[in-house]
């Protein structure tokens, strides 16, 4: 195949310095895309006039601007909602594609029948020297296949940047449900609640570490958690409530659509208070162990103790 009826969706801010590696890439792709679009989410620093004369060797160019700053999720929640072909790819502006990171993708979606394909990505400096070679291994990520919904609960899998994945899904996950932490944790749900997901073992794209990554990798483990802290200039408490309300978000958004059970645990035990969870820790671990065949034993034990800390209440937390 020389060409496909995918479309790139690439969100822009403020990336001027990392752009032309991005686009080289995308124009080196074995798979050509029917069409990159771009969508600049308010930059201030060139981008928009670099993005504005962006042109694929094949394909079409869409490019457009929004005059107020709202965010990834909502930019991209706006460039998934106008992709008409069969695929979608989604695209960060610092990062660079392997060239046959599209073809490799799409071959597995039609081959496995799954709504959504993630894969594995090498870890790189800003410039592009290599900081760790899988980010699956740095990040103890397992790469979770098929319908399961309560493990990328647990733990998200999959990295928004690499996903190629089906447009007819965008029918279940758009809009985006208010408050989720990002779009690539949303979609995988939607996509673990349809036809499933499917992970490719293979570094398809560089990932690049920099000062304004919104989402970087991190070593699993006391020391990821103490940098993720340290950068984000985040207490401990604060994390804890934030990522709980992050998950009450994801599975709220999948309940209202009728995706996912509304007697769903997780929903009940998420919303108690720190005490409450901390006394019922036990049961959390039992119901969580049933799933420590796709999660492994060491992610079930990190996400039991900082799920069951006694710090951190929801904000969407009700008294016991």
């Known amino acids: 195949m020389t060409s496909s009826d995918v479309s790139i969706v690439l969100a822009t801010h403020n990336g001027v310095r990392w752009l032309p590696d991005l686009l080289t890439s995308l124009g080196r792709q074995t798979l050509a895309p029917a069409r990159l679009s771009i969508l600049d989410d308010a930059s201030t620093d060139g981008t928009w006039e670099l993005v504005r004369d962006a042109a694929m060797p094949a394909g079409q160019t869409v490019v457009g601007r929004q005059e107020s700053n709202v965010g990834a999720v909502r ?8 992709v008409d072909t069969e695929y979608f790819a989604l695209c ?32 790189v400096r800003e410039d592009l020297s290599e900081l760790a070679p899988s980010m699956w291994r740095l990040s103890n990520i397992v790469s979770v296949a098929g319908r399961a919904l309560i493990p990328l609960i647990l733990k998200n899998s999959i990295t928004g940047c690499t996903v190629v994945g089906r447009t007819s899904m965008l029918k279940k996950a758009l809009p985006f449900p208010p408050g989720i932490p990002m779009h690539d944790w949303w979609l995988g749900l939607v ?20 000062g304004g990554s919104e989402v970087g990798a991190a070593r699993f483990g006391y020391r990821g958690l103490r940098s993720r802290l340290d950068r984000g200039g985040t207490m401990l408490g604060t994390y804890l409530r934030d990522r709980l309300d992050a998950r009450l978000a994801l599975i709220d958004g999948l309940q209202e659509r009728g995706l996912m059970s509304r ?21 959390y671990l039992f119901y969580t162990a049933t799933h420590a065949r796709v999660l492994g034993f060491r992610n079930l034990v990190v996400d039991w103790f900082l799920t069951c800390l006694p710090l951190g209440s929801s904000r969407k937390g009700v008294t016991a």
């Open 75 to 82: 930019t991209f929640e706006r460039l998934l909602s106008m």
């Open 191 to 210: 996509a673990a609640c349809g036809n499933g997901v499917a992970p490719l073992p293979e570094v398809t794209v560089l990932y690049r570490q920099h």
């Open 263 to 283: 007697q769903s645990f997780l929903t009940w035990f998420y919303r108690r208070t720190p005490l409450v969870r901390f006394l019922l820790n036990l049961v």
């Open 92 to 123: 960060d502006q610092d990062d660079v594609w392997l060239p046959d990171k599209l073809e490799k993708s799409l071959s597995l979606l039609e081959s496995s029948g799954a709504d959504l394909v993630y894969t594995d990505l090498r870890v």
